[in-house]
């Protein structure tokens, strides 16, 4: 059995070593479940699919969310775990399960929080959002969603990541006349067309925006371009995609109009084919600017989207905070600095106690 009192290091290293690719979850699970229900006291343990989730029901003034997903990316030949002088090598290791181990660690030593505290294990986090587990929670088992602050234990260089960007993905096509392209002043090049697009891009200027004192930088980037039939053809049709990362403080809507507005007056159609909203840090509610304080006021912005925005669609601040090099995720020579883990486990511990 997975021993949740040890150094949460050696933890690390023992979640590590249970291959745990998305979809392939069980035995992780398994196992999380029965040390949640030997070794914790005051926790009413659940399981919902390959997701274990556990709470204290202490009466507290305030709840905190521990949230970590148990899945990994496959193996690229680094299992089992290694440590070597200080840094732990292994699938998985950052992204997350050294930021689960420091929750699992948590609710098995702090004796006395000063929070109710809410622990979620969730699978498939690394596949498509339509099979995470977070998600299959919020539609099943929503009322175990509740708290005034939630804490993902995504890899974060030992910062506070607050909130996240939003994200949107449209195509603009140009249509125009094919023809021979020995004679080309017959036709009608599509491609061409896309030329103003790429020049409007070229010219943009993204906004930089201060919220709760992190700054989110905008971004509207070319993706993909499409077009041409053959060598020797002017084409007649040609998209290219667009993706706007955007500051939390614009919703999709918002954003949707930003875009259509850089865009305005060009011959192209525009297809809005992907959007989520992001999350506002929400630092200045109680529970939320205690971490901070707790975290020695380390904190930046998130940029990218995380599940983070799911809590702040319920109306909950939330944040990314864990140990480990988030650039290192996904890598065959993923790890961590145990130094990190500890000091992220002695940083919420802090903060759990009060």
């Not at 507290?60 to 990994?72: F, K, N, Q, Y």
């Not at 096509?173 to 491609?191: K, P, V, Y």
């Not at 865009?263 to 529970?287: I, K, N, Q, Y």
Request: hydrophobic share 40%; net charge negative; glycine share 10%.
């Amino acid at each position: 059995m997975l021993d949740l009192r040890r150094d949460p290091v050696a933890l690390t290293a023992a979640l590590v070593d249970i291959p745990s690719e998305s979809r392939h979850e069980t035995r992780i699970a398994d196992e999380i479940e029965a040390a949640l229900r030997e070794q914790t006291t005051g926790f009413e343990v659940v399981r919902n699919g390959d997701a274990v989730l556990a709470r204290t029901n202490l009466g507290r003034a305030s709840r905190v969310l521990l949230a970590g997903h148990t899945d990994t990316v496959p193996a690229a030949d680094n299992l089992p775990s290694r440590l070597v002088d200080g840094v732990l090598h292994g699938c998985g290791a950052s992204d997350m399960k050294s930021g689960d181990a420091v929750f699992l660690h948590l609710a098995a030593t702090v004796a006395d929080p000063a929070h109710d505290i809410t622990l979620v294990m969730y699978d498939c986090e690394e596949i498509e959002a339509s099979a995470n587990g977070l998600g299959r929670i919020e539609r099943e088992m929503p009322e175990w969603l509740d708290a005034d602050v939630a804490i993902l234990g995504e890899p974060s260089g030992g910062f506070i990541e607050a909130g996240c960007q939003g994200t949107l993905r449209v195509v603009l096509s140009a249509a125009g006349t094919r023809a021979h392209s020995a004679r080309s002043w017959l036709g009608d090049n599509a491609i061409h067309k896309l030329g103003e697009v790429l020049a409007r891009l070229a010219e943009y200027r993204p906004r930089s925006v201060d919220i709760d004192g992190c700054e989110y930088r905008e971004g509207l980037s070319a993706v993909r371009i499409d077009g041409g039939i053959a060598g020797n053809v002017i084409p007649d049709a040609a998209t290219l995609t667009v993706n706007f990362r955007f500051a939390p403080d614009r919703t999709v809507e918002q954003a949707y109009t930003h875009v259509r507005e850089v865009f305005d007056g060009l011959d192209v159609g525009m297809e809005l084919t992907d959007s989520a909203a992001g999350a506002l840090p929400g630092l200045a509610r109680p529970a939320a600017a205690a971490l901070v304080e707790a975290a020695g006021g380390q904190v930046r912005a998130k940029y990218g989207w995380t599940d983070v925005a799911r809590f702040a669609a319920l109306g909950i601040p939330a944040v990314n905070y864990g140990p480990g090099d988030p650039n290192l995720a996904h890598r065959a020579d993923e790890r961590v600095d145990a130094e990190q883990i500890t000091a992220t486990t002695d940083t919420l511990r802090r903060y759990l106690i009060g």
